[in-house]
Each structure stands twice: as structure tokens, then as C-alpha cells.
């Protein structure tokens, strides 16, 4: 058959049978059947050395074109058939990545720890030391140790939760206060003393919005030599000063507890309003906002410890943090402290 002839046929065919290839297999396939040694093109070539002198040129430039067309038209192909395939990879292993990943919300600090750890941290910036004592504590401690007669309403079953009667030395309670711990530090530690104590206490109390059964206080005693009443108001102002702001003004109010002598309540200019406009959201008006309860410790709790009450002296005050966070965040109810609702965690993060 003629040559010439033989290579228009390849070159009208090459395309149909091109556009059949589907995969690298059938490339390869295709590939030898239109350019290998046995297609009509590859007997063309091996008859070459046979052919006329005057055909040959012509057969020899139409073998070349053909070569070449089909060469195009296979490496076309073959750059479609490597992107679809890349693209076909990438479908099978794609990631969707807008599905919802599994997460474990986290959690953070309550607000009272809050309170506390940021209290705690202003004492421990002056010096003191952190002390704890037991939640379930005998009446000694509670009570008697502090100065706090047996006839003493706080002490009645109606206040405190007992947990065993027994004699009176051995009667054990849930503490109704932090300052057992005053006395339990000074039996076992020698002076000096600069220690604040946080910690649970518990009282005979129905929940409402202003009482809870179990809560918190945090506790503050200084002992040493020549301690002042003015070093009480001063620490505690330094106190108001770095948890109100450094505007706070406090004032004493005469008081009473058994272990303090002479006894006070501190109240701290409101941090709303500078100290009374009318109707303020935060003290109503007053101006003040009681704070803690505090004292000039009773010469009787230093002498049960065991501490020379003519060489010492020493300050004590005792605080509730569930009370203060309710004042500087504006919280009505002590409720929201134990619901453990999220929507009122969350905005104390
Ligand atoms: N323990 C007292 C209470 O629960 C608070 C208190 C007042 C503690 C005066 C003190 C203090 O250390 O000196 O009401």
C-alpha cells in the first residue's frame, strides 16, 4: 500500500482513537498503537530505507508530520488525563473542614475564688502568710479559745451546726467562722503573726438573698510587738484602696465581738458615687458600704494561746467575699453564687 497513504489514514484516525483515552493505562496502549513499532506509522518508518530516492523525501516529511500531529495530540491528552486524576485524589481525600469539630467548653474560676484569690493576693503583697484550718472543728477553737462565753446566742443549736455533743471539750461543729484558725496558727506557730486564712464556714441559715448555709470568709490576724490600732486602719485601707480603687475612703464603726477588744466594723466609701448621690445604684445613697467586721485582738485570745498579751498585740479582722463580690458587681441575691447557672458564671470570666 502506499506510504503516503498509509500516514493521511494515521492522521485522520489518530484523533478518534485519542479521544478514547480515559486513563494512563489506555494512553500507554494507545500511544503503541498509533506511534509503535508495529502501527502504521512504525512499518512506514522500518520501510523507509526501501523506498524510491524520489519518494522518499516526501514520504520522509509526511512521516514526520504525522509523528508530530499525533505526538500533540497525545501530549494533550495526557495533561488531561493527569489533571483529572490529580483531581479525582483530591475529591477522595479531601477534609470538609467546615464540619463541626468536637470541643469541651472550658470552664473558669467561680467568682467567689475569684474574689478570694484577688483579696488573698493584696495581704500576701504585704507580707502575709496563707494559713487553713478545719471546716469541721471543735467548739474550743470556734468559740472558746476566742472569748466567746458558753452562754454566747452564737453558740445556741439554732445558730451552729453540731456534729457531736458530747462534753463540752469534745463537742465538734461545722465552724460558723474563719477565726478558729487565729487561734489553732498561734497555739503552734511563734510570734510574729501576719496571716490571712480563706476558707468555707457554715451557719444555720435558710437560703435567701442575703444568708446562705455554707460560705465563705477570709480571716486576717497580725501579732507582734507594738501593733496599733492605726495599723489596723491603715492595712485596711491599703486594702479598700487596692480592691475599690485608690480614690476609697474607710471608716470604723464601734462594735462588738468576743475576741476583739476594742471592736469595729470598717466601711468603705462607695466606688460609684465617691460617697453619696442620692439614690446610687450601689450604696443607695449612703455613701458607705459596710465591709468587714474587725478589732484590736482581746488580751484573753493571745494569753489562751499562749502568747505574752503584755509584750503583744495584735489586729484581727474577718470578711465575707460572697458580700463583697455582691457589692462591686451588683449582684442581688447570694442565689446566683449557688445555681451555677452558666449565663451568670460566663460573665465573671
Ligand atoms: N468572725 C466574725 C464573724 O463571723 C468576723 C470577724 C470580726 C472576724 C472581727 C475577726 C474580727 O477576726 O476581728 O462575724
Known sequence: MDPLAILHQAIADAPTAVAGIDSRESLERVEAELLGKDSPIGQVRRSMGSLDDELKPRVGAKLNEA??????LLDEKRMAVQEAEESRRLLEEEIDVTLERVTFPAGSLHLVQQTIDEIVDIFIGLGYQVASGPEADLAYYNFDA????????????????????????????????TSPVQARWMESHDPPVYIVVPGRTFRKDTIDATHLPVFHQIEGLAVDENITFGDLKGTLLHFAREFFGPKSQVRLRPHFFPFTEPSAELDV???????????CRVCGG????????????DPAVLETAGYDSTRLSGFAFGMGPERIAMVRHGIDSLRHFIENDVRFLRQFR
Not at 449612703?286 to 485582738?297: D, H, K, Q
Open 269 to 279: 466609701s462607695c466606688f460609684a458615687c465617691d460617697g453619696g448621690v442620692p439614690g
Open 286 to 297: 449612703a455613701g458607705w458600704l459596710e465591709l468587714l467586721g474587725c478589732g484590736m485582738v
Open 146 to 177: 476566742l472569748n466567746t462565753p458558753p452562754s454566747h446566742p452564737s453558740r445556741w443549736e439554732s445558730d451552729t451546726m453540731y456534729l457531736d455533743w458530747g462534753a463540752p471539750e469534745d463537742e465538734v461543729l461545722l465552724r460558723t467562722q
Open 67 to 72: 509523528t508530530a500531529r499525533i505526538d500533540r
